[in-house]
């Protein structure tokens, strides 16, 4: 929402963020000169702006506090970016004018699972965007023969997979001086490094808020190493890893859960999918030696994620879709 709200087109679109509460986001919206209201009382707020577009960014399944007042305020034209393909069946669902999707895969596993019939102007994908100019202009040249993996998440125990702490003894006894980075390490993880005795192996680093910061932590570290038995619904971490031109270790998930991750590592080309901890193990290990592979691996997804993640064009591509539909309410000169 960040990125959508400071990359709209100001010629086109006076734009405006809102939260229940305010967080580290508040102000750096705020500093690009965009309006912002942290309030409980979401109707007033939309009494106040009066918006003709009101984009919500939800998990898809119901939330009477978020389009309750929508429906109240009559707001012309209703967006959603459905963060986790979840399907709302209720009758205030019915006021979303169009639904975006995070990836192609999870448009495609909605339509598969809810019998929603596919149509375009209705239902569609588009990638979070990534600010790959940003990272592109702040990434150091990288030395690929550096031992150092590195690993970002939230603090949550439903961001991790066992994989994610068990490469590591296979990883070390091959390369004695390699080093993992992990930002949003959870107890868990901390007992099993004290546990195995890596603790001269592993530094558990504290929460990066700006994308600054971020690249910051990625100059140096060599690879990415994404694991989550949860999925992705898209992977900004692993799209943020990308622009910055490392390659990404990754893993499936079974069933119908989050698979994303697949959609953006392409095997071979952009990192590597390893199906269980010896065949992630082996990939990393792979990658750390064979460095002149890995940069042209990293290179190959930084020139992924600018055809498909750059902020200023995905900004565009929703600023389209607005038109459209402000043109479809009679509502564009």
């Not at 109707?43 to 009477?64: D, K, M, S």
């Not at 809810?114 to 994908?125: C, K, L, N, W």
Request: aromatic content about 10%; charged content about 25%.
């Amino acid at each position: 929402m960040q990125q959508f709200v400071t990359g709209l087109d100001t010629a086109r679109f006076e734009t405006a963020a809102f939260a229940f509460a305010d967080g580290p986001r508040g102000p750096q919206i705020r500093e690009q000169h965009i309006q912002t209201f942290v309030s409980q009382d979401f109707l007033a707020v939309l009494q106040r702006f009066e918006p003709h577009i009101v984009h919500v960014h939800r998990a898809g399944w119901p939330e009477t506090d978020l389009l309750g007042p929508i429906k109240r305020a009559r707001i012309p034209v209703v967006v959603e970016t459905n963060v986790f393909g979840r399907h709302d069946p209720s009758p205030l669902g019915r006021i979303i004018d169009h639904h975006l999707f995070v990836s192609r895969f999870c448009l495609e596993r909605f339509h598969k699972t809810t019998g929603v019939e596919p149509d375009p102007t209705r239902y569609s994908y588009l990638y979070n965007p990534v600010d790959t100019d940003l990272f592109a202009a702040t990434a150091k040249p990288h030395d690929f023969s550096v031992p150092a993996a590195g690993r970002i998440s939230r603090p949550d125990p439903g961001k991790w997979s066992p994989l994610a702490l068990e490469f590591l003894p296979s990883v070390i006894r091959e390369i004695p001086d390699f080093h993992y980075h992990v930002i949003g390490g959870i107890p868990e993880a901390q007992d099993y490094v004290e546990k195995n005795r890596l603790q001269k192996y592993v530094t558990f680093h504290g929460p990066v808020h700006t994308d600054p910061e971020l690249a910051e932590f990625l100059d140096n570290v060599s690879l990415l190493t994404h694991a989550n038995d949860t999925g992705e619904s898209f992977g900004l971490v692993i799209a943020e890893a990308m622009a910055c031109g490392l390659p990404v270790v990754t893993h499936p998930c079974q069933g119908l859960r989050d698979n994303a991750q697949l959609e953006l590592v392409d095997h071979g080309a952009t990192g590597l999918v390893a199906r269980n901890v010896e065949e992630y193990a082996a990939a990393v290990l792979w990658l750390l030696r064979h460095p002149e592979q890995a940069r042209a691996m990293g290179r190959a997804g930084q020139e992924k994620a600018v055809r498909l993640f750059r902020m200023q064009d995905t900004a565009d591509r929703l600023g389209t879709l607005y038109r459209t539909l402000l043109e479809r309410k009679g509502m564009m000169p």
